[in-house]
């Protein structure tokens, strides 16, 4: 069974930063890749972040570039997000999404299907 849970989600001030962890199991994790995604109220779902579990190949919405940065501990099967410089844009609900690879570069990956989400975790960004 295909699990991912978000954490580390909280409020937190601007300028200030947090670290979202996103743990995977019931699939090939070195095989996958992961997205991170955000939703805030009234705006569409946004992707963020991706990281190719395969070959360490990274993608970053422009908005968060030098802020956010994503990693992988892969003995672990889990996926961070460590996000400097929180601004209150950043204010969302965040989801990890997992896709399968498929030996595509991380551009043709961001297409998708990501098929399988975890629940969301909570980022307010407020003095």
């Known amino acids: 069974q295909v699990q991912l849970v978000e954490s580390g989600g909280g409020l937190v001030q601007p300028g200030g930063s947090l670290r979202l962890s996103c743990a995977t199991s019931?699939?090939?994790?070195?095989?996958?890749?992961i997205g991170w995604f955000r939703q805030a109220p009234g705006k569409e779902r946004e992707a963020i972040s991706c990281i190719n579990i395969s070959d360490g190949s990274t993608y970053y919405v422009d908005s968060v570039k030098g802020r956010f940065t994503i990693s992988s501990d892969n003995a672990k099967n889990t996926v961070y997000l460590q996000m400097n410089s929180l601004e209150s844009e950043d204010t969302a609900v965040y989801y990890c999404a997992a896709v399968e690879s498929m030996y595509r570069n991380i551009e043709a990956i961001m297409t998708g299907p990501f098929g399988s989400w975890g629940q969301g975790t909570q980022v307010t960004v407020s003095s």
């Open positions: 019931g699939f090939s994790f070195e095989y996958y890749a």
